[in-house]
T-cell receptor, first 114, second 108 residues
Framework: GAGVSQSPSNKVTEKGKDVELRCDPI?????LYWYRQSLGQGLEFLIY????????KSGLPSDRFSAERTGGSVSTLTIQRTQQEDSAVYLCASSLAGTAYGYTFGSGTRLTVV | GENVEQHPSTLSVQEGDSAVIKCTYSDSASNYFPWYKQELGKGPQLIIDIRSNVGEKKDQRIAVTLNKTAKHFSLHITETQPEDSAVYFC???????FGAGTRLTVKP
């Protein structure tokens, strides 16, 4: 597609429930990234996929967070047993071939845990 | 790994003045330095980038300069306009982490 698409744009969930966030990167981009942005804060790196390599999961804050990327394209970020501190905007980005190329970001998913 | 520091955290200028945001990095192997602009309610957008084989790049009112010896690079915005008000982030290649961001406010 023309840009990075994320869905849903907004998600309200009850504490303790699991949520799945979806990212459709730009076609042909081999690198995909997930970030978390709390209100008024910076970009917190979560996970990085590059081609067929094992993902860099060094930014995941706890084992409740996981992500997968199927067929080198669509990615899903899953948060299990959500907590209130998980409330944030989750941003996905893709780039042509890794970190030495500019990122294109999606508009994000605003997650609210009540 | 890379460590990118960005300052100032907030910057307020009068319309028409210039604004400068600086970032320093630690990994001398980094060779790509992008800048992103994030407007309220939107994802960050790449506005300019520079590779290590050049010292300066300009695109209309924005420019980026790179000092590889000192390991710092800067974003320069001239003739600022209210629509330049946003949060700006820097990054250095070989890492997925961004600088902490600079909130720029341009007063009309």
């Amino acid at each position: 597609g023309a840009g990075v698409s994320q869905s849903p744009s907004n998600k309200v969930t009850e504490k303790g429930k699991d949520v799945e966030l979806r990212c459709d990167p730009i076609s042909g981009h081999t690198a995909l990234y997930w970030y978390r942005q709390s209100l008024g804060q910076g970009l917190e790196f979560l996970i990085y996929f590059q081609g067929n390599s094992a993902p860099d999961k060094s930014g995941l804050p706890s084992d409740r967070f996981s992500a997968e990327r199927t067929g080198g394209s669509v990615s899903t970020l899953t948060i299990q047993r959500t907590q209130q501190e998980d409330s944030a905007v989750y941003l996905c980005a893709s780039s042509l071939a890794g970190t030495a190329y500019g990122y294109t970001f999606g508009s994000g998913t605003r997650l609210t845990v009540v | 790994g890379e460590n990118v520091e960005q300052h100032p955290s907030t910057l307020s200028v009068q319309e028409g003045d210039s604004a400068v945001i600086k970032c320093t990095y630690s990994d001398s192997a980094s060779n790509y330095f992008p800048w992103y602009k994030q407007e309220l309610g939107k994802g960050p957008q790449l506005i300019i980038d520079i590779r290590s084989n050049v010292g300066e790049k300009k695109d209309q009112r924005i420019a980026v300069t790179l000092n590889k010896t000192a390991k710092h690079f800067s974003l320069h915005i001239t003739e600022t306009q209210p629509e330049d008000s946003a949060v700006y982030f820097c990054a250095a290649s070989d890492d997925m982490r961004f600088g902490a961001g600079t909130r720029l406010t341009v007063k009309p």
